[in-house]
Structures are given as structure tokens and as C-alpha cells.
């Protein structure tokens, strides 16, 4: 399976996740810490470390999970998902698992699913966040061979908390990766211009989260993968909703954005800005996914993970993350939307393109394009460079 950020997915899962009642804010927390371990040449995992190593390897007792002293967990207990062993060789040495990725896969997907749906609840997680912890739980079986699930308290000393999840896994270099689930602040707990600022920061740092791992999924080549990133500015205008373009093309021509694009050679100074209707929208979206969807399958079958296919097969194969590709995609044109838009029932902002809609001929090298939607005080840009 391509290989994915596991920090990038672990942040997405919490906006994919659950939210809480009344609100589009998440209900729980998903936070990934980095540390460093021993390496498993220095020491194995076969007798998993103590909580007091743990706390060190997986910076315990900051989660972030709440705000102020009472976020803090301890941990109090150390229990095996999997460990490796390390093999001497003449030259080196190498690596086996207790247990096989796949079976560790699906064990973490259980751990994951029921942390963020206990209960009867189990049933009632989004596709989204279904497809993302299949592939979450993948990418941490395959890299992390020692893992261990660590019970905590809130004080040292304290009795094991049952509603949270905390994952410790370490790599064969000794990098350290925890995750940990817990729920978060309740509603109450914030005053509304606070949740309103919350909920932004929230779909800003959603939308390029999901912008960055569809970019790790499709492969443009060997080497080179697809980067889409997001921005969201203030314009300052005062736009006639009936007709903003003059406004929205003389704010660009002046704008940092448009420099730093005809500074990077994408196009030309002279290039124009073109507006997009509904329906020239929905096919440049719908002509996108069917790119991310294609380069990715490609990758997948260079990676071995599918068999040979003909382009012209239909259907054509599925591979590991296919579905994710899609909805990544569409969370990223959604969530970017959803930040620009006006009032209720103001409708869509005002789309625009530059180098979309896209074409690719047999002697391209992909397609450079830009993705502007402009609501009645901010816009959204969209960059995207499937340039090999």
C-alpha cells in the first residue's frame, strides 16, 4: 500500500471522526506524538518496556486532548499488540514479526473503530472515517512491528481510564509514534466566539490535511507525487453577489497568490482567469477524481498490489485506498467551500480556474492548475501541481 504520513492521517481522522452534538466540531481528539526509543538491535519489545519508558518514548503526560493540567495522562500499564525480533546476520541483520501485519491491521482497526464508536455507537462512523482508519490501521501494522497499547490515569498513581485509546508503536530505527484518542472539550466548555473560531481553525487544518495525503497518493512518476495545497484569504472586497468578476480579477492580478505562481513558472503574466460555471465545475471535479483515482491505481500496480490491467478494462481494478482517493479529493473542494461560504441559502461561492479544466494528451507531463472560490469576504485557493 502506498505509503502515507501516519501524523497527516491520524490529525485527518479526528475531523472525519464523530462531532459533537449541534456543532460541526469533532467530539474526540486524535493525537499523534513523535519521540525516539531504543532501536530494536539495542533492545527487544518481546517484554514490553515499563510504564515510567513509555511515559519517555510516547512524551507522556501532555495528550492535548483537553485544555490545561487535567489533559495530562499517566501512564500505569504496557500491553504487547506485536513485537518484533531482530535476526543477526553476516552483514547485518533482519526483522520478523510475532505477529502477521495483516492480523495486527485488523486488530488496530478494531482498537481505532471502537475508540471513536464505542459501544452501541460502534455502527455509526462515516465512510470517511471507516475508509481512513483501514488505511491508518495498515500503514501502522506495516511500520510499526513493536506497538504496544498503554492504559493510563489522570494523576499518577490514579486508576486506568477505560474511555481512551493510546497507542505506542516504535520503528526498526527506534522512531517513536503514539496515538492517542480521548474526547474533547465539551461545548459547554467554550463561549461561542470561541467555537466559532475553533470550527474554523478546525476545517482549515482538515482541509489541508486531506490536500496532502491525496497528494501521497497518486504518483506521477517513480520519484514525484502529486501536491495539492489549500489557502484561505480574506479579499477585502466589496463583491456584487450578482456580478463579482471585475472585482475578483483585479484583486487577483495584485494579489501574492498570482505572484508566486507566475514567479514558479506555472504560467504566463498574461494568463486569465476564467470563471467556471456550475456545470464546468462539476466536470473539472468529477475529471479530477478520475486522474487521483488512475495515477493511484497506477502506483498500485508498480508497488505489486494488483495484477497487470489493460487502461481500457471495465471496470477497472480496485487497489488498496481507491475509495479513500475519492473522498479525499472531495473533502478538499467541500471543506474548502465550506470555509468561504457566506450566509444559509447564499448558495456555492463563485468559482474560478486557471489551467482548468485540465487536458492531458500521450505527450504531456500532467497539468499545473489553480482553483479559486470566492464568497462574500474570503477565498479559498486550491493549487495543484500534477506536473512530473
Not at 501536491?227 to 453577489?241: K, M, R, S, Y
Not at 478520475?290 to 495515477?295: A, K, L
Not at 477497472?316 to 467541500?334: E, H
Request: hydrophobic share 40%; charged share 25%; net charge negative.
Amino acid at each position: 500500500m502506498t505509503s502515507l504520513d501516519p501524523v497527516v492521517a491520524t490529525r485527518l481522522l479526528q475531523h472525519w471522526g464523530p462531532t459533537r452534538p449541534g456543532t460541526d466540531l469533532p467530539a474526540y481528539r486524535c493525537v499523534p506524538v513523535s519521540g525516539q526509543a531504543p532501536p530494536p538491535t539495542e533492545r527487544l519489545w518481546d517484554v514490553p518496556p515499563l510504564p515510567a519508558e513509555v511515559a519517555q518514548y510516547g512524551g507522556f503526560p501532555e495528550t492535548s486532548t483537553e485544555e490545561g493540567p487535567s489533559g495530562h495522562r499517566y501512564p500505569v500499564a504496557v500491553e504487547t499488540v506485536n513485537h518484533a525480533s531482530v535476526v543477526p546476520e553476516r552483514l547485518g541483520h533482519s526483522w520478523t514479526s510475532a505477529r502477521p501485519a495483516e492480523e495486527v491491521a485488523e486488530e488496530i482497526e478494531r482498537l481505532l473503530t471502537g475508540a471513536l464508536a464505542p459501544g452501541p455507537d460502534a455502527g455509526a462512523l462515516g465512510e470517511q472515517a471507516r475508509e481512513l482508519i483501514t488505511v491508518l490501521a495498515a500503514e501502522l501494522a506495516g511500520g510499526h512491528r513493536d506497538l504496544v497499547r498503554v492504559g493510563v490515569a489522570a494523576e499518577p498513581g490514579g486508576a486506568p481510564l477505560d474511555d481512551e485509546l493510546h497507542l505506542l508503536g516504535r520503528s526498526h530505527l527506534g522512531h517513536t509514534l503514539r496515538l492517542s484518542i480521548a474526547a474533547a472539550p465539551s461545548a459547554a466548555s467554550l463561549g461561542r466566539s470561541h467555537a466559532d473560531a475553533d470550527q474554523r481553525a478546525e476545517l482549515s487544518v482538515r482541509a489541508e490535511c486531506a490536500a496532502e495525503l491525496l497528494g501521497e497518493f497518486v504518483w506521477l512518476n517513480n520519484n514525484e507525487r502529486m501536491q495539492v495545497e489549500v489557502q484561505i484569504a480574506p479579499h477585502g472586497l466589496g463583491l456584487d453577489p450578482a456580478d463579482p468578476d471585475k472585482a475578483v480579477r483585479a484583486w487577483w492580478r495584485k494579489s501574492d497568490h498570482w505572484a508566486r505562481l507566475v514567479d514558479d513558472e506555472w504560467w504566463e503574466e498574461d494568463e486569465q482567469l476564467r470563471r467556471l460555471d456550475e456545470e464546468t465545475l462539476a466536470e473539472f471535479l468529477a475529471a479530477f477524481e478520475e486522474h487521483n483515482v488512475s495515477m493511484a491505481r497506477s502506483g498500485a500496480w508498480a508497488m505489486e498490489e494488483i495484477d497487470d490491467y489493460d487502461i481500457d478494462d471495465d471496470p477497472q481494478p480496485c487497489f488498496p485506498g481507491d475509495r479513500l482517493v475519492a473522498l479525499l479529493g472531495r473533502d478538499v473542494f467541500d471543506t474548502t467551500a465550506t470555509q468561504v461560504a457566506g450566509a444559509p441559502g447564499d448558495g456555492q461561492p463563485a468559482a474560478y480556474g486557471i489551467g482548468l479544466p485540465f487536458e492531458i494528451s500521450d505527450e504531456d507531463y500532467g497539468f499545473h492548475g489553480c482553483l479559486l472560490l470566492v464568497g462574500p469576504e474570503r477565498t479559498g485557493i486550491i493549487t495543484i501541481d500534477a506536473m512530473a
